[in-house]
């Protein structure tokens, strides 16, 4: 059964650094495109990273390219996102989600729970 | 970037059809055949309905199908059920490398 559990969400000060991590499990993640989706409290939902199967290229939107960077630990089976100088608008609860293929072309067909992330001054 | 452009809400009674287009530029929609679809029930995780313009992923029901024109994208739900009630947000890969969300579409079956 594919399964995907973030943590690492809470608090974090404007201009701060949070890490969100995602275990997986069921599933050999280093094949498949992993990705990064937050929403906004009451708002749409923005993408935010991918990280290619098969290989570690990243890729960022322009909202956080820069300050967020998505890595992998194939022997924990984890998807981590380390996020730096946080602002504000970086309050969401932030998605990891599993490509349905090698390549993030946007079809995420297993999802987590989501951890809530909250940027304050 | 701009959000691809949705209509902020759409409504149907049980058993109709509606559509949700999903507009975009041809720097996004009208540059691949990559755009999906994602349901979003109230407090949960978006499900994926839609890849590749109009592909149903496996135990998604037939009443589900989309549609690609030029920049536009469409999503189709025929024989609407107040099970169908929900978020639906259409998602495009760029000629950037990016992938871009739209707006997100509030669907409410009468």
């Known amino acids: 059964e594919v399964q995907l559990v973030e943590s690492g969400g809470g608090l974090g000060q404007t201009g701060g650094s949070l890490r969100l991590s995602c275990a997986v499990s069921g599933f050999d993640f280093t094949s498949f495109a992993m990705n990064w989706v937050r929403q906004a409290p009451g708002g749409g939902l923005e993408w935010v990273s991918s990280i290619i199967g098969g290989a570690d290229g990243t890729f960022y939107a322009d909202s956080v390219k820069g300050r967020f960077t998505m890595s992998r630990d194939k022997s924990k089976n984890t998807l981590y996102l380390q996020m730096n100088n946080l602002r504000d608008e970086d309050t969401a609860l932030y998605y990891c989600a599993k490509g349905e293929r090698h390549w993030y072309r946007g079809s995420f067909d297993y999802w987590g729970q989501g951890a809530l992330v909250t940027v304050s001054s | 970037q701009s959000a691809l452009t949705q209509p902020a809400s759409v409504s149907g009674s049980p058993g109709q059809s509606i559509t949700i287009s999903c507009a975009g530029t041809?720097?996004?929609?009208?540059?691949?055949?990559?755009v999906s679809w994602y349901q979003q029930h109230p407090g949960k995780a978006p499900k994926l309905i839609i890849y590749d313009v109009n592909n149903r992923p496996s135990g998604v029901s037939n009443r589900f199908s989309a549609s690609q024109s030029g920049n536009t994208a469409s999503l189709t739900i025929s024989g609407l059920q107040a099970e169908d009630e929900a978020d639906y947000y259409c998602i495009s890969y760029t000629t950037r490398d990016t992938l871009i969300f739209g707006g997100g579409t509030k669907l409410t079956v009468l």
């Open positions: 041809s720097a996004d929609v009208g540059a691949h055949s990559f």
